[in-house]
C-alpha cells in the first residue's frame, strides 16, 4: 500500500518562480492536510480540505493555494516563491469526524529558494 | 489560541532507560492528543491517540496519558533502545470537525547503546 505519495522529493527554485507539490493517497480518505516544518519547530498547517471541492485556510495560507478536484489528489502551489518559503512540506490524509484515527503523513518535500 | 509545548527539545539517555516525555497544552476543549515519531528525513509515524475521554493508550513499550484539567500529556517509553532515537512530537485535535492539528516543537531523542 503506498499511502501518501508526496512528489517531489526535493526542488530547489529560484525567488518569484512558481512550483506546485503534489500528494496523492489511496487510503479513500475525505479529509487532506499540507502543513510545513521549519527547522526545529513542530508543523503548522497551510490549507486543508473535507472533500472533493471543498478547501480551507489553516494558520499560514499566505503564498500559497490548493485544490481539490479529487478525494485522491490534493495539490499545492506556490506562486511567486519567496525565501522564507524554504521548508519541508508534509501532506497528510485522515479519515474524517467521528472516526478517531491518526492522519497519515508523506515522506515530505524538501523545497529550497535561493 | 491552542498553544502546544514540548519540553526539553533534546535529550540523551542510556539504552534500557525508562523516560518521559512531557507535552503541555493551553486549551483543555481537545478532541483527541496525538503522538507521533518522526525519523530523520522521514514523514510523520503515528504512535498513540488519546481521545479526550480516555486517560491513557498504550502499545507496546509505549504508553501515553492524558490530563485534560492540567493539560498535560506524556509519552512514557519503557526500556529504551538504540532504535527509539527520534523525534517525537505530540499534536492536539481541538477543532472536533476538521481534524486540524496544533503540533508541538518535539523532542530529540537519543538512546546510546
Known amino acids: 500500500n503506498a499511502g501518501v505519495t508526496q512528489t517531489p522529493k526535493f526542488r530547489i527554485l529560484k525567488i518569484g518562480q512558481s512550483m506546485t507539490l503534489q500528494c496523492a493517497q489511496d487510503?479513500?480518505?475525505?479529509?487532506m492536510y499540507w502543513y510545513r516544518q521549519d527547522p526545529g519547530m513542530g508543523l503548522k498547517l497551510i490549507y486543508y480540505?473535507?472533500?472533493?471541492?471543498?478547501?480551507d485556510k489553516g494558520e499560514v495560507p499566505n503564498g500559497y493555494n490548493v485544490s481539490r478536484s479529487t478525494t485522491e489528489d490534493f495539490p499545492l502551489r506556490l506562486e511567486l516563491a519567496a525565501p522564507s518559503q524554504t521548508s519541508v512540506y508534509f501532506c497528510?490524509?485522515?479519515?474524517?469526524?467521528?472516526?478517531?484515527?491518526?492522519?497519515?503523513f508523506g515522506d515530505g518535500t524538501r523545497l529550497s529558494i535561493l | 489560541k491552542q498553544e502546544v509545548t514540548q519540553i526539553p527539545a533534546a535529550l540523551s539517555v542510556p539504552e534500557g532507560e525508562n523516560l518521559v516525555l512531557n507535552c503541555s497544552f493551553t486549551?483543555?476543549?481537545?478532541?483527541?492528543l496525538q503522538w507521533f515519531r518522526q525519523d530523520p528525513g522521514k514523514g510523520l509515524t503515528s504512535l498513540l491517540l488519546?481521545?479526550?475521554?480516555?486517560r491513557e493508550q498504550t502499545s507496546g513499550r509505549l504508553n501515553a496519558s492524558l490530563d485534560k484539567s492540567s493539560g498535560r500529556s506524556t509519552l512514557y517509553i519503557a526500556a529504551s533502545q538504540p532504535g527509539d532515537s527520534a523525534t517525537y512530537l505530540c499534536?492536539?485535535?481541538?477543532?472536533?470537525?476538521?481534524?486540524?492539528?496544533?503540533f508541538g516543537q518535539g523532542t530529540t531523542l537519543q538512546v546510546k547503546p
Open positions: 499534536a492536539a485535535d481541538g477543532s472536533g470537525n476538521t481534524g486540524k492539528l496544533i
Open positions: 486549551d483543555s476543549a481537545i478532541y483527541n
Open positions: 480540505s473535507v472533500g472533493a471541492g471543498i478547501t
Open positions: 497528510a490524509s485522515g479519515p474524517g469526524v467521528g472516526v478517531n484515527q491518526p492522519q497519515h
Open positions: 488519546i481521545q479526550s475521554s480516555q
Open positions: 487510503m479513500n480518505h475525505n479529509y
